[in-house]
């Protein structure tokens, strides 16, 4: 090895101790050894998107070091039980610096792997993709597979056990995105290439148990000093969204439904309130149909000639006056429609064991799979978003979905869908987003995702956090979207947003227009500002019938459009570094308080926002760290700590560094209210 190599990558024989970059990572220890093996079948049960995932483990044999060799490149470990080797493993630096450590299975036919990584009692974790309960994964283990959150996700509260009842609840690590990827508070990242079952351990204080379903490809390890540098090398790997349109920052993108007429009485009745608006996102285009869940889409994805006629001269009617349509898209197509015909009969779906068309069950409506795995059908599908909705004049879309793959279907190419269900999103996300760059202006389209995997970080463009209830619950309501930006922007995922006032109305959850408008607040300071009426829009509240709610939004607006160039500047961090828009305070600041703090965020580098996210509150606590703050709505001066500031509606505390070159934008801003 090289000197560089050998005082990065080190082997202590007597230790039996493995070292990268000054941190420990790997010991056989008695009783913790580095590598189990195992055998398992997996019994997996899918409802609607929500999965029982059951484990027959058959065997498993912890394993030590038999042998150890080093040349010039790398350290090789054999590792066995009663003097038969089983796995090798190989660790070698990378031309990036990162460590690669490859497991390969010598001899059985073994399907469970455990590595186990050393950790320190005091060490925190963040990242395992969007994780919407925790933001630091300490004390806790992540099973990462892609799926429905649930409705509620805590099994302590009324709202998920009344949902349990439908199998429609959650619990705090079911995620739309899982992904296999951590950051320790040592400064280094830890990225499994894999898209199998997973599931990380974080509970125990002195390691970290990383149990894999599939041999992984490889584990990659990257260090730097401090945290923006590590998420920077990162993004490297993993890659980085390719930024926004410019007509986002015109205002909200107000979501709507109910036809061309309805859509354009309520826009006039906005931009009567001063509303500004950037979009009009109608996910109804393709037309309705109606469950008991409540009005759904009807998914075929063209214009619906009966609610949207002559859609294409409304859209360029309403592009004169500088205003966007969005639409809704995702990758299944409602059987017996024309679309689902034409896919069948070229074979473009995925199919059963006896060569059928699978048909998954959405809620009281079946749809087939188109199967990326099938190159024409991809081609097909991609063409879909082209012509229905680009050349239509459709500037933006939500690309919902992703998380449905059966674990019994069959595919074009027989892979393993317990393995392609992890990768489904991430196909799902290409699929867009070729579709985007082949287009004429890619400069001027955007779609958002709630579904991701590893690759979503270059080929999903915008996440959203999903639907969440339209209540003030930490799991599952207003809360739930401050973790899930901050524990996905550890991982790359640089650009997110939530539906305003959220969506899931189950159980008696009702948005009320206190909660409406304390997330519009939030809103404001995230990169993109979006509605949406939810899944039951008559029984919930709505901007557009009340008046003071309109008058607030459109304030909300009017401090959203005039810190566009500080947006811009964060977004084009997001492109060029891979930094997410919305920042833990810990990524800047060394303090306890820090660490797990997860009801605030920096918006870029210099905006501290600590939205309010209890209702009838006129006040609220907040911590600051330490530096020197100013309140942007007062103008009053703080240093680090703890501190009840006012908090009426339209004032979610927000406060700007003193330093930043921004102040002379922040001070006008302030001065709006």
Known sequence: ????????????VEQQAITFQGRKLFQQQPNCPIAVLGQGQADVSMYRGNFDIQDHLLTKWPLTIQDHQANTDRLVLTLGTHDTA????????????QLI???????????????RIVAEPSDNVYGGGEQLSYFNLRGHHFPLWSSEPGIGRNKHTLTT??????????????????????????KYYCHATTYAYADFDFS?????????????????????????SLISKLADQLGRTQGLPEWTNNGVIIGLQGGTERVEAIKQKLQQHHVQLAGLWCQDWEGTQTTSFGKRNYWEWRADSKLYPQLKAHIQNWQQEKLQFLAY??????????????????GYFAKTQAGDVYLVDFGEFLCGVVDFTNPAAYDWFKQVIQHNLIDIGIKGWMADFGEY?????????????MVRHNQWPMLWAKCNYDAVQESAHPEELVYFMRAGATGSQKYGQLLWAGDQSVNWSKDDGIVSTIPAALSSGMVGISLSHSDIGGYTSMYGNIRSKELFMRWAEMAAFTPVMRTHEGNRPQQNFQVYDDDDAMAHLASCTQIFTKLTPYRQAVVNEAVTSGLPAQRPLMMYYDEPAADNCQ???????DLLVAPVVQPHQASWTVYLPDDQWVNLWTGESYTGGTYDVPAPIGQTPVFYRQSSAFTELFKEIGALK
Not at 86 to 97: G, K, N, P, R, V
Not at 101 to 106: A, G
Not at 599 to 605: H, N, Q, S
Request: charge should be negative; proline fraction near 6%.
């Open 101 to 115: 450590v490859t497991p390969e299975v010598l001899t059985g036919s073994w399907n469970r792997l455990w590595l």
């Open 405 to 417: 793959l059966p674990t019994d279907v069959v595919l074009y190419d027989n892979s393993d869908p």
């Open 204 to 228: 125990q204080p002195g390691y970290y148990d990383l149990q894999f379903w599939a041999i992984p490809e490889r584990l990659q390890f990257g260090t730097a000093d401090d945290y923006p």
């Open 599 to 605: 009801t605030e965020y920096l918006f870029g580098r």
């Open 161 to 186: 056990f009344q949902a349990d009842q439908d199998h429609a609840g959650g619990d705090y690590y079911t995620t739309n995105f899982p992904e296999a990827t951590f950051i320790s508070s040592q």
């Open 329 to 346: 898209i995702n990758p299944y197509v409602v059987e017996d429609s024309d679309l689902f015909n034409e896919g069948a009969a070229h």
């Open 1 to 12: 090895m090289t000197t560089a190599q050998q005082q990065a990558l080190f082997y202590d």
């Open 86 to 97: 089983y796995l090798c493993l190989t660790f070698q630096i990378d031309a990036q610096a």
